[in-house]
């Protein structure tokens, strides 16, 4: 069903963004509508071999899948592609991504807890398949050492939790001390490539990555915002949204936003120039209702109004709007809108800042 809001043009291209971001040049792509999937290959036999000739013409190092692969697809495919082409799903290339973006001890933890989570699994296909490449000799052997990496595997990811849960008290002493001051935090989410971090980097002048790339953000990154003679903020960034996170990363990609919880502002920042925005800003705000933010005012920033198809009918629907500001990261068009608007919401909710404060 996720299908009908989110096509498969959609996914791809969002795929594609994801390889970019995981440093791989996309040379094609291509689809197949079926019944069900192949259970040995996911895609039918005729499939395979379209695809192998291109390994073959474009000299592809690695074939990505939009949707989650068994361990015996992903084994079958390698085999039938040859050489030294590598195969892997959405999970892995995101995993892979979270592996070199994750900046914090505590993501570090968080994604090889995920890692772990994505091998678990599949463990057990990889030793039945070495049991029938000794001809049977060791049968049973096989069954048994699955059972003991399993258990090592479950062992491992049991410590991962403590030690992330206790990497997780340690940041919040942090914070507390951090909110002791009677400044402001405002948190900006958002999906991914709205500008996020062209935004901060606008009103900061921070280092913070801004490429147009996914997840270019992982760790929420604090920066302090004084501007001209209004009061003083601290501006954070969270992980962007995207909209086929896989299930198992779910956790992973909340823990992350769970600092928002504290701030006293949620300023949520949308490409508006993206054919699909509507569609983002619902995906967004379904997370932040499931999180307990519900009592942080929240601003709207319709960012990129400078690629907007139409930029004038756009600012006039946004200034019919109550909460909603229209800016150009970019251009740095608005941003004088923009920081009157946080001061004014801050103003609002500073009760409830200074509340906070022990
Ligand atoms: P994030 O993932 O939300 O942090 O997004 P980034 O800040 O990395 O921005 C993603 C891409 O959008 C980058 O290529 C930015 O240069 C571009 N971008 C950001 N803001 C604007 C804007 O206001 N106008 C235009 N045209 N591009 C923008």
Redesign the pocket.
Known sequence: DREESFGIDESLKELAQLADTGGLMVVGSTYQKLPFPNPRTYIGSGKVSEIKSAIHALDVETVIFDDELSPGQLRNLEKAFGGDVRVCDRTALILDIFNQRAATHEAALQVALAQMEYQLPRLTRMWTHLERQAGGQVKGMGEKQIEVDKRILRTQIGILKKELESVRKHRKQYRNRRTSVPVPVVSLV????????????RLTGANV?????????LDPTTRRVQIKNRKEFLLT?TV?FIQKLPTMLVAAFRATLEEISESSLLVH?V?I?HPLSEQQIEAVENVLSELDVSSIPKLMVW?????AQDPQKIKLEAETREDVVC?????GEGLEEFCDAVQHKVKDSMVWVEALVP
């Open positions: 958002g999906y991914t490539n709205a500008g996020k971090s062209t935004l901060l980097n990555l801004a490429e147009d790339r996914l997840f270019a953000t960034d962007g920042v490409d120039s960012n990129k109004v400078d690629k800016i150009s990261a970019l251009t």
